[in-house]
């Protein structure tokens, strides 16, 4: 791949995760990570991007608890080294957990409201996040299984 389509995609990758309101740096270094084929360090990552060290270790932060990166500790170093991770299975488990936790805090809403559509539209709220937690599931499930029908 050229350095120019390479940065690109880089660029391309920042501006797709902008668009979920996740900065355009932690997007950029999600993408370098998606094409880089070793682990890379915080000062490598910095360097390619022209980013600075703090912003990165944001962005990899981010990119961690998003379950999009990995974070390697080096033995006997304060040193890190980040690489991206497999992709679905971890992504929707860090995004199950993420809905498990809002279902939770939606149904304590539950006893605030009467009958009515303040009622009807937390319902609603809980039963989409709940739906989309039971498909991925299930999707993961498959995917484990090799059954058909997973990615």
């Known amino acids: 791949m050229s350095a120019e389509r390479r940065a690109a995609f880089v660029t391309s990758v920042g501006d797709l995760l902008a668009s979920w309101?996740?900065?355009?740096?932690?997007?950029?270094?999600?993408?370098?990570?998606?094409v880089t084929e070793e682990?890379?360090?915080?000062?490598?990552?910095?360097?390619?991007?022209?980013l600075s060290k703090g912003a990165v270790s944001t962005a990899v932060r981010q990119l961690d608890s998003w379950?999009?990166?990995r974070v390697i500790p080096q033995p006997g170093s304060r040193?890190?080294?980040?690489?991206?991770?497999?992709?679905?299975e971890t992504l929707l488990e860090a995004s199950h957990a993420r809905a498990r936790t809002l279902i939770a805090a939606l149904?304590?809403?539950?006893?605030?409201?009467?009958?009515?559509?303040?009622q009807e539209?937390?319902?609603?709220v809980i039963g989409l996040f709940a739906g989309y937690v039971d498909v991925g599931?299930?999707?993961?499930?498959r995917r484990r299984r090799g059954t058909p029908g997973g990615p």
């Open 121 to 124: 539209r937390l319902q609603d």
């Open 39 to 50: 682990p890379s360090s915080l000062d490598a990552i910095a360097a390619e991007l022209g």
């Open 137 to 141: 599931s299930e999707l993961l499930s």
């Open 79 to 88: 040193r890190l080294l980040v690489e991206a991770t497999g992709g679905l």
């Open 21 to 34: 309101n996740l900065p355009h740096a932690t997007g950029r270094v999600y993408g370098l990570l998606l």
């Open 67 to 69: 379950g999009l990166a």
């Open 107 to 118: 149904r304590d809403g539950e006893e605030l409201v009467g009958p009515g559509p303040a």
